[in-house]
């Protein structure tokens, strides 16, 4: 059986937790807020072709991202 975890958390305590668990095998699904998404993903330098920081590319490494309004509804 495949754990799996839903990381509403963001910037280092809760991402570093859950990086470590998918690390571990755990599917691992990041929830990130419409619009800017997770700030982290503009920290940097340094940056890839994408624009995404190193830091956010390594702390968010083995997950799955998806957005939601958690304030919506029909999210």
């Known amino acids: 059986m495949k754990l799996k975890v839903l990381d509403l958390s963001r910037v280092l305590a809760g991402p570093v937790c859950s990086m470590i668990l998918g690390d571990l095998g755990a599917e691992v699904i990041k929830v990130e807020r419409p619009g800017d998404g997770d700030e982290t993903r503009g920290w940097g330098p340094p940056f890839d ?4 920081s ?3 590319l390594a702390i968010n490494r083995n997950k799955k991202s998806v957005v939601l309004d958690l304030a919506d509804p029909q999210d």
């Open 54 to 56: 190193a830091y956010f």
């Open 49 to 52: 072709a994408n624009g995404q």
